[in-house]
């Protein structure tokens, strides 16, 4: 029997009706290109090493050191799908750090000074890195350590650097009480890199560079304050870092 030519017009209108519902259905459940490629964010707060053409071995970069809150050096090696970091300071070592890198289409979070790609191709062999993001490092200092309330006593020339345990973080304050004898000699306190409190230098036959003052420590998160004493030679002094009020100096 032969059908009508309107007939099959109508079935042929109908197969591409259901055929564009479906491929619209596709697209809108379909991930976008940006979705499926992940990335490193906040690079406002942090450095962004690209390894472009004009990327070298290593790469030195500025960093916040969770530590002291100041900026820092952190030399980058990346070769291939690995990294490495070191510090870019001889006296301090790099104890951890906190990073994102990028290979393929594959963000990567992670800490440590090191880190591989987690990106692999289809055979398992982990891709180049195209991106690291640094956001912080955490230095270890080998600065001798004392607690607050104990004298610190040293004699001879040069520069004498000793970080002191007080038992709080910023803001918070402390008695910083020197005596330079009669030899001039200079006392400065630091908090997370900051010069809080500078005698400049002081000392003499007279009065023997007695002195003290109360040291307001800013908002902060250490709970170690820095201080350096600069001396002629021949020089001898001692001073106390008192602990703030309410706390109790660690054993």
């Known amino acids: 029997m032969h059908q009508p030519e309107h007939t099959t017009i109508r079935t042929g209108a109908g197969l591409l009706l259901a055929l564009a519902l479906v491929l619209a259905y596709v697209i809108s459940v379909a991930p976008s290109a940006d979705a499926a490629t992940q990335h490193c964010t906040d690079h406002t707060t942090a450095t962004k090493i690209?390894?472009?053409?004009d990327f070298v071995n290593p790469t030195?970069?500025?960093v916040t050191d969770t530590r002291t809150g100041?900026?820092?050096?952190?030399?980058?090696?990346?070769?291939?799908?690995?990294?490495?970091?070191?510090?870019?300071?001889?006296?301090?070592?790099?104890?951890?750090?906190t990073w994102c890198i990028k290979s393929a289409t594959l963000a990567h979070d992670?800490?440590?000074?090191?880190?591989v790609s987690a990106s692999t191709n289809k055979q398992g062999?982990?891709?180049?890195?195209?991106?690291?993001?640094?956001?912080?490092?955490?230095?270890?200092?080998?600065?001798?350590?004392?607690?607050c309330n104990q004298s610190t006593t040293a004699g001879g020339s040069g520069v004498t650097t000793t970080v002191h345990e007080i038992g709080a973080a910023g803001?918070?304050?402390?008695?910083?009480?020197?005596?330079?004898?009669?030899v001039p000699d200079q006392f400065q306190v630091f908090y997370e890199g900051v010069l809080?409190?500078?005698?400049?230098?002081?000392?003499?036959?007279?009065?023997?560079?007695?002195?003290?003052?109360?040291?307001?420590?800013?908002?902060?998160?250490?709970?170690?304050?820095?201080?350096?004493?600069?001396?002629?030679?021949?020089?001898?002094?001692?001073?106390?870092?008192?602990?703030?009020?309410?706390?109790?100096?660690?054993?």
């Open 196 to 251: 809080l409190h500078d005698t400049g230098v002081v000392g003499d036959a007279i009065n023997e560079g007695t002195g003290s003052a109360t040291v307001t420590v800013p908002a902060g998160t250490s709970t170690q304050v820095t201080v350096v004493v600069t001396g002629p030679s021949g020089t001898a002094w001692d001073y106390v870092v008192n602990c703030p009020a309410g706390t109790v100096p660690t054993p």
């Open 125 to 147: 062999v982990a891709q180049d890195i195209s991106y690291l993001v640094l956001v912080s490092v955490t230095t270890v200092d080998p600065t001798p350590v004392q607690n």
């Open 70 to 97: 100041a900026m820092m050096d952190v030399l980058v090696t990346i070769t291939g799908a690995s990294f490495s970091l070191e510090s870019g300071d001889p006296d301090l070592t790099l104890d951890g750090a």
């Open 171 to 182: 803001p918070t304050s402390f008695l910083f009480a020197w005596e330079a004898q009669n």
């Open 60 to 62: 030195t970069v500025s």
């Open 110 to 115: 992670g800490t440590g000074t090191s880190g």
């Open 50 to 53: 690209e390894v472009d053409d």
